[in-house]
């Protein structure tokens, strides 16, 4: 059972929490100004990463805020939670 | 027809476990709380500020706390720019009607939640040791005592857990009430041992 | 080699005589008696089932899985591979070891042939769980984890010491040792009564940290009964299972002593060393009267001096070394044991019990070389019962493995070490390759300390008692590496690897024939490892087995991964309390004892109790739900629809967020209106649909299906938070604020109008057609108590939604059914909605959809706005995919005969003019045209009707096609969505 810091209520169970998957793939700012092929990039493609990989939680059990994280996809291990309005922290 | 009726009657989802007292050894009792509204407001800000003025106090910005009001309830923290408050005597939807006047035209909100949820107390010797059944949140006096709340997990009920003392031996909690017999039956189990003992 | 009997050791020995005269920790002024195999037995409280067995002479526990060869005690704890009971008394528990099981008065048990049997009763037992929370975690309470814990309790650190054995002492009770100059128990006993006395201190006994997990996740099973039997006390949990959370932990979880392999090395009697040295000073028991000991280290001797003075005959210490250690040699001299270096045993004989070890000269050339040196030489036979082996230790890595530590072969161990220090994981003594007291006592305390100051504790040092001097290391001899004895005749297939999974070096070898070369693979193929022991003692021999036949470094070899649990952990125990009715919570409206007393038949709609039908005496499913739907469609029915998914939706920008979110415009919603909506995905499929309240310029009222009503809020906030925040708007849940009661059928305006009308209420509602119309709203009081009404119709009917603070929401549901018994109102569930729904066409989301249905689909493109710039799923409308004609579309099917209920899921195809379903053999599989949704019988329509996604449906409107039902082709006609009322005449009543 993993520990995920909330950056709102600080660290909790995982099961406290909702995966939300990539972080960062903003909606476009105009859907309708883009190709199919386009379009089907933002809606199915996103990033496979082996390493650090920033993604969005959400503390569905305390705060209901959304947040991103950014985690190790090989250990799983979390090196960083931050608001949504922060940048992505610089991580090793 | 209506002059043959009684009046409308509040029911409560544990009318149908008068025993839990009992069963939980005294632990477990139910809160009757008259109004809570969920209000919404950015901090610091004018929505807070207007809120702040008709609960008498201002609202907690410490993520897991809660304060108490001058009209003897509370204001739990929910979120960055979200609270729950209690309060023991006022009507619910007049409640809401007034902090909405506050907030509302400063872009914050209230609604009134006073059915949504019910309030169990949570006291006595046994009472950590019935939350550390079914709650991973660490209810130890030198990391959790009064003023302390958190929004989490007892059993598979979502609760608003406030601490009460700082002794460990009182808490309150907060249940949605459709949730509030499974939470009861999960309590009453929970204290089998303590009911044996 | 014959297999020549001889009993002439068990049989000369009466029963009971294996037990010492005094000694031991057992309580010996309390009997305890027990059935094994049908035979009663006394053994003493503190006994194991093993100990108490082998104390009358019973070494047998029963036979192996395949071979059926048979399995006695082979260790004095969880590392016993062999000796596998079934208890079947107090109550069936299946595959437990005779070496942990502790004997109370009224035990039955029996033993098993590599499996056991579950018990075809209920378990009345409890199970349960507790969250504990400390600084520090000590595994183990032995000499080191004492030593930790002990430190850790001084400086004022919340603490665990959490140990598997019934009492503390690790391998201490095993021994003879002294700390301070007294019997190092007596050193325990104070300092579990310290720990007692500390307020931060946690020591369970009898609890095995099993599985160590992320972030000082640890996970615990306690045996809080299992001991006590038939006298456990009523109420308290058999076992329970702690959840600890541990900012760091050591790990003092001590080392299992390890096998050699060799020929017909599983024979009952044959047994690890230091474990006979334990039923020894632990029990009070001799493990046999007449001893072999064969070993390949120092540690034996201990063993063999120790069963010498206690007056069993040692026959001999084998050892496979040149050189015995000086000191033990002496020791052994002076107790008249022969001692037989460069030697070592290649076989026993024997049938229950070992009868004799064969005794030949050591064959160093190993496995890979194939026996050779000792080939021809007839080995010696020498009488024994007992056959004490030791390889040397394995230090117990499981814990630090789970953690993801890394292990590094150490060849002069000759087993896997920790490697790393990780940085909430300390491992301390034996489990990190310390053998001798002093060194486990200081790197306990050097843990602890470590792990304290790095949390920022201060540290109070523990002095460390100290130990009997060691002999001196001149004296002694570095350990011999052997995995296996090689068969002097070359026959590996009774040279037994996994003694409880019959694997043999044998099939070690097939596997590398086959080319595996990972011990994982190995495993796999063999079976190795896998049993109730997790290859305890089989593990590393074959990491080295295979090593050696591949001419590998042990190394580069590997071991196979540590995964939880540590040992076995029963189900129940597992699923704790989260069974009968708290396994899943049951979620209740304000009106569920009303609905248990109308004798309701329940529906689970996720967590939900919603009352599906109710059944009037004498009825079933079918007739009640007629009934129920007649009396909506004719009368008056009400529902319980306090389960929908409410969110209350405040702010100015409110309406902004709804037009982006819902396919059509809600900013345009006036107050005191209602709104049909639906919500997609950005790929354009329908997610959730409901009605939206405009209560307030500033606010609305979002209704969702129930089972959508927390994915939805989720939805919703995901959406403004992570792209919106702009947006000044604020979501909540309000779901259980607001009982909501469908009213419906062309008598309800007459009940509305009874409760609520100018009649009513103090401040009424003039429900006419004009003052209150279809898809509005009106707020109104009864009793002081505010009340919504909506004129919402999820049916076509005449309908009104009653919504009410859910502390009233039985009493006004109890006035709506007083004012409704003139029109007979009738009470359905949701299965009448269900019908009530599908006679109009209006789908369920979830259940004629699927996730790839649009709304355009379902025959709902007036939902989707084309004046909005853009909404969720706007842009997946054009893609190409959701333009092609032939997708399914929601259509009505109605079987032609009138009949037939189609079965929900039932495929479509094309209509065939032979009515026959073609055989796939001939023509290939038939075209699946779509599926069957939704299927009842209607009261109205007076026949079976269907909704159906068929592809392109629409178009096939009026067309026939089949659906096989159990064999034979349905013939039905494809209609619109929409059966009853068409024109939407009914809805204004």
């Not at chain 1, 660290?11 to 960062?24: D, I, K, L």
């Amino acid at each position: 059972m993993q520990m995920i810091k909330c950056p709102w209520c600080g660290p909790r169970e995982e099961v406290e929490y909702h995966y939300g998957g990539q972080a960062h793939v903003a909606y476009p700012a105009e859907p309708a100004a883009l190709s199919d092929e386009e379009w089907a990039h933002y809606l199915f493609f996103r990033d496979n990463t082996r390493g650090l990989f920033a993604e969005r939680w959400v503390h569905t059990a305390g705060c209901r805020r959304w947040f991103n994280a950014v985690r190790d996809t090989v250990t799983y291990r979390f090196h960083a939670t931050y608001r949504p309005d922060e940048p992505r922290p610089v991580t090793a | 027809m209506a002059d043959t009726l009684v009046p409308l009657q509040r029911t409560h989802p544990l009318d149908a476990r008068p025993s839990l007292t009992e069963a939980t050894v005294g632990a477990v009792r139910v809160v009757d709380v008259s109004a809570q509204v969920q209000v919404r407001a950015a901090v610091p800000g004018p929505a807070a500020d207007a809120l702040a003025q008709v609960i008498g106090a201002p609202l907690p910005t410490r993520p897991g706390t809660w304060t108490p009001t001058p009209a003897g309830g509370r204001i739990v923290w929910l979120g960055p720019d979200e609270w729950l408050v209690v309060d023991p005597s006022a009507p619910s939807w007049d409640l809401e009607a007034r902090l909405r006047a506050a907030a509302a035209p400063h872009g914050g909100a209230a609604l009134d939640v006073s059915g949504q949820r019910v309030v169990l107390s949570l006291s006595g010797e046994h009472a950590r040791d019935l939350l550390a059944a079914g709650c991973a949140v660490d209810t130890h006096p030198s990391v959790f005592r009064r003023g302390a709340a958190a929004q989490t997990l007892l059993g598979q009920a979502g609760v608003i857990l406030l601490a009460l003392s700082d002794d460990g031996t009182d808490y309150e909690l907060f249940v949605r009430s459709s949730f509030a017999r499974y939470l009861a039956d999960w309590l009453a189990d929970a204290a089998t041992e303590h009911r044996t003992a | 080699m014959s297999e020549t009997t001889s009993t002439t050791a068990t049989t000369a020995q009466a029963r009971g005589s294996f037990r010492t005269p005094t000694g031991g920790r057992v309580d010996r002024t309390s009997p305890v008696t027990f059935t094994f195999a049908g035979v009663e037995h006394t053994g003493y409280r503190g006994d194991t089932l093993a100990s108490a067995l082998l104390a009358d002479g019973v070494h047998q526990i029963g036979t192996s899985i395949k071979l059926g060869r048979p399995r006695g005690v082979g260790a004095a704890w969880a590392e016993d591979p062999s000796s596998l009971v079934q208890v079947e008394e107090p109550f069936p528990d299946p595959m437990l070891l005779a070496s942990t099981v502790e004997v109370f008065d009224g035990l039955v048990a029996d033993g098993v042939p590599g499996q056991g049997r579950l018990a075809d009763i209920a378990d009345s037992a409890r199970y349960d769980s507790r969250h504990l929370h400390v600084d520090l975690l000590v595994v183990g309470a032995g000499p080191a984890g004492l030593q930790a814990a002990l430190t850790a309790a001084r400086s004022g650190a919340r603490v665990a010491l959490l140990d598997e054995q019934s009492e503390a002492g690790g391998s201490l009770l095993g021994s003879d040792e002294l700390l301070d100059g007294r019997p190092a128990l007596e050193w325990v006993a104070d300092a579990v009564a310290e720990l007692a006395a500390a307020p931060e201190v946690v020591h369970l006994q009898r609890t095995t940290v099993f599985g160590v997990y992320d972030d000082g996740f640890a996970l615990a099973v306690e045996r809080r009964t299992d001991h006590l039997g038939g006298a456990a006390p009523e109420g308290t949990s058999r076992q329970r299972v702690w959840r600890v959370r541990a900012r760091r932990t050591v790990v003092a979880a001590g080392a299992h002593e390890r096998p050699v392999v060799f020929t017909d090395n599983d024979r009952p009697g044959t047994m690890l060393a230091g474990s006979a040295r334990t039923y020894l000073h632990r029990y009070g028991v001799l493990a046999g009267s007449r001893a072999v000991v064969f070993t390949t280290n120092d540690s034996a001797y201990r063993a063999a001096v120790d069963l010498a003075d206690a007056g069993v005959h040692v026959a001999a210490v084998v050892d496979t070394r040149d050189v015995a250690p000086a000191h033990w040699a002496v020791e052994l001299e002076r107790r008249g044991v022969p001692l037989r270096t460069a030697q070592a045993v290649v076989g026993t004989r024997g049938v229950e019990r070992v009868s004799a070890a064969l005794v030949a000269p050591y064959d160093r050339a190993g496995l890979a070389a194939g026996a050779r040196s000792s080939a021809g030489v007839e080995p010696e036979a020498i009488e024994c019962d007992l056959l004490l082996v030791s390889g040397g230790w394995n230090p117990a890595v499981h814990l630090h493995s789970q953690a993801r530590g890394k292990l590094a072969f150490d060849a002069g161990l000759g087993a896997f070490l920790p490697a790393e220090r990780l940085e909430d994981l300390l491992v301390a003594g034996s489990a990190a390759g310390t053998f001798d007291l002093s060194s486990c006592l200081r790197q306990g305390g050097a843990s602890a300390a470590t792990a304290l100051s790095e949390l920022g504790l201060d540290v109070t040092a523990v002095p460390v008692p100290s130990a009997a001097e060691q002999p001196p290391s001149s004296s002694s001899s570095a350990p011999d590496l052997v995995w296996v004895v090689p068969d002097p005749s070359g026959d590996s297939s009774r040279q037994f690897v996994d003694v409880q999974r019959d694997a043999t070096v044998a099939d070690v070898q097939r596997a590398l024939g086959a080319g595996l070369r990972s011990p994982e693979h190995v495993k796999r193929y063999t079976t190795i490892g896998t049993a109730h022991d997790q290859g305890k003692t089989s593990g590393v021999v074959t990491s080295g087995i295979i090593a050696e036949l591949l001419g590998a470094a042990p190394d580069a070899v590997g071991t196979t991964t540590f995964r939880p649990p540590y040992t076995p952990v029963a189900f129940a125990t597992l699923a704790g309390r989260d069974r009968g009715q708290l396994f899943d919570p049951v979620r209740t409206t304000s009106v569920h004892d009303w609905h248990v007393q109308a004798g309701a038949v329940w529906e689970d709609v996720g967590q939900w109790k919603r009352p599906r039908y109710y059944p009037l005496a004498g009825e079933d499913m079918e007739t009640a739900v007629l009934r129920e739907c007649a009396a909506a469609r004719t009368g008056v029915g009400i529902l319980d629809g306090s389960t929908l998914g409410k969110i209350d939706v405040q702010g100015p920008d409110a309406g902004v967020l709804l037009d982006r979110l819902y396919t059509n415009l809600m900013s345009s919603l006036a107050v005191g209106k209602v709104r049909y909506g639906v919500m997609c995905g950005a790929d354009g499929m329908v997610i959730d649909d409901g009605t939206v309240l405009r209560v307030a310029e500033d606010r609305f009222l979002v209704m969702t299906t129930t089972g959508g009503a927390a994915k939805i809020l989720e939805w919703m906030e995901e959406w403004h938070q992570t792209e919106w925040p702009e947006l000044r708007v604020h979501l909540a849940s309000v779901t259980e604020q607001w009982a909501a009661f469908p009213v419906v059928g062309p008598r309800s305006r007459d009940v509305i109008g009874a409760v609520f009308g100018a009649g009513g209420s103090e401040d009424g509602v003039d429900v006419s057609n004009e003052a209150f119309g279809f898809m509005t709203w009106q707020d109104t009081t009864l009793d002081g108590v505010p009340v919504r009404l909506a004129r919402i119709s999820f049916s076509g009917e005449l309908a009104w939604e009653v919504h009410v603070d859910s502390r009233y929401a039985l009493a006004v549901w109890e006035r709506l059914i007083a004012a409704g018994a003139p029109y007979a109102i009738t009470p359905y569930g949701t299965e009448t909605m269900h019908v009530l729904r599908a006679e109009k066409g209006y789908p369920i989301i979830g259940q004629d959809t699927d996730g790839t249905v649009t709304p355009q689909d379902l025959g709902m493109a007036w939902v989707v706005s084309k004046k909005k710039p853009d909404f969720v799923g706007k842009r997946s409308f054009a893609r190409a995919e959701n333009q092609r004609e032939d997708r399914k579309h929601l259509v009505g099917l109605l079987p032609v005969d009138r009949e037939t209920l189609l079965p929900e899921g039932s495929q479509i195809i094309e209509h065939r003019e032979d009515g026959v379903l073609p055989s796939v053999s001939e023509t290939g599989p038939v075209p699946m045209l779509g599926h069957v949704t939704s299927s009842y019988r209607s009261a109205y329509l007076e026949r079976p009707f269907a909704l159906a996604l068929v592809k392109g449906g629409r178009a096939r409107v009026g067309e026939l096609l089949h659906v096989p039902v159990k064999g034979r082709l349905v013939a039905v006609e494809v209609t619109s969505p929409v059966l009853v009322d068409p024109e939407g005449a009914r809805r204004d009543g």
